[in-house]
């Protein structure tokens, strides 16, 4: 019998495990189809996409929901009025390796509110990982979350034990973190641990991730402050992986302050398309078109849309073009980008058909190729 099933730990799981839902740094699916959903053998459990693709199952909660700070988009914050509590360091080790060991989870994810300060909390955090660790032996992933404003030594002892950090950056911005927090300073608690992450991660001897999240619709920021922040995250700082998240409240008051509010999931899947363009299709943010608010268009995917704006790129040549100018058209993903140029070292490719069975992506691809010489499909080129 799981020791979740126990009455105490398993009310105090559902309570912390809901509550940790809004965060995504943890890998916990991005797809809509997996989108914050939880696994019907306990809330507890989220499903994650693992690296090489495939998809498996998260232990994912917070010790604690107790939290002293303010931060305006989150319903935990000090002046909300919810149901607190606090999980022990053993308990939690005992439930989660039950489930570990039965093969339902693959790693653990841990985050906690904000009790006191960060440091405190982050002890707590530590002992937890450091009973896996040392006295189940524990092997496997654990993530941790590191809390904004966390000293050096918390942090490098965090990274010491983990597989993977996050600690969300939430803004792009100091001017935007200003808005929804007065506890959080965006350089020394967030940017600045940030890189001191990144320093430790290199270090060790495992090979530590560093992942992060924005809060997609909470400070009237636009796509284009992400987008330009996102990728300096990435080449300056060394994150892993970005995430976004979209600001949701049940409040009526904050919900008519939200810019945008019938937009805020699309937003969110538009910038996971703009990020999954710079790690993937060697975009960067001077290659992404917004609207007149620096907005991402609604109607369009950002590959499509620098396409339309780029008509003199196309029609790219399957037999002879680069990997990147074939990244580069709408409907060719990296894998079929691969199979391409497999495909013509060994023969010319004559038609749409000989890369595969036409579907919906190969068709929209094929107007934007040429399979000779000549221009076949030009006709239909900006017939969109
Ligand atoms: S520190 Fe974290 S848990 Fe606390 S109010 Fe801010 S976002 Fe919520």
């Known amino acids: 019998m799981f020791t979740a099933s126990k009455p105490g730990i398993m009310k105090k799981l559902q309570l912390l495990s809901r509550d940790s839902q809004y965060d995504l740094a943890c890998a916990c699916g991005s797809d809509k189809s997996e989108h914050r959903t939880r696994g019907s053998k306990g809330k507890w459990i989220y499903p994650i996409t693992l690296p090489n693709g495939g998809v498996s199952n998260l232990f994912k909660t917070l010790i604690s929901n107790h939290c002293d700070s303010d931060c305006k988009y989150c319903p935990l914050n000090s002046n909300s009025d919810v149901p607190r509590c606090s999980l022990d360091c053993n308990e939690l080790a005992e439930a989660f390796l039950d489930y570990y060991r039965q093969g339902e989870v693959f790693g653990i994810f841990l985050s906690s509110g904000i009790i006191g300060d960060a440091d405190r909390t982050m002890e707590k955090l530590i002992a937890c990982a450091e009973i896996l660790r040392y006295k189940h032996n524990f092997k496997g992933y654990i993530h941790l979350k590191i809390l904004p404003g966390s000293s050096p030594a918390a942090i490098e002892k965090a990274v010491s034990l983990s597989n993977a950090v996050s600690l969300n950056i939430e803004t792009p911005g100091k001017q935007f973190l200003q808005k929804l927090s007065s506890k959080k300073d965006f350089l020394k608690d967030i940017v600045e641990p940030m890189k001191l ?81 710079f790690r993937k299709y060697g975009f960067n943010s001077s290659d992404i078109i917004y609207d007149s608010s620096g907005l991402l268009s609604v109607e369009s995917d950002p590959k499509e849309l620098w396409a339309k704006n780029h008509p003199e790129f196309f029609p790219v040549n399957v037999n002879t073009a680069t990997r990147y100018s074939l990244l580069r058209v709408p409907g060719l993903g990296p894998a079929t980008v691969e199979k391409i140029l497999q495909m013509r070292k060994l023969s010319k490719i004559n038609s749409i058909d000989d890369i595969g069975k036409v579907n919906a992506r190969l068709l929209k691809a094929s107007k934007y190729l040429e399979f000779a010489g000549v221009a076949k499909n030009k006709v239909y080129l900006f017939n969109f």
Request: charged fraction near 25%; hydrophobic fraction near 35%; avoid cysteine.
């Open 197 to 277: 992450i990144n320093s430790f991660a290199k270090q060790g001897r495992r090979k530590v991730k560093q992942t992060t999240q924005f809060i997609v619709g909470a400070a009237d920021e636009s796509d284009r402050q992400i987008v330009d922040y996102t990728q300096a995250l990435y080449e300056r700082i060394g994150i892993s992986r970005v995430y976004f998240s979209a600001y949701q409240t049940n409040n009526a008051d904050q919900q008519a302050k939200i810019l945008y509010p019938e937009q805020s999931f699309i937003r969110e899947h538009r910038l996971y398309q703009v990020d999954f363009l």
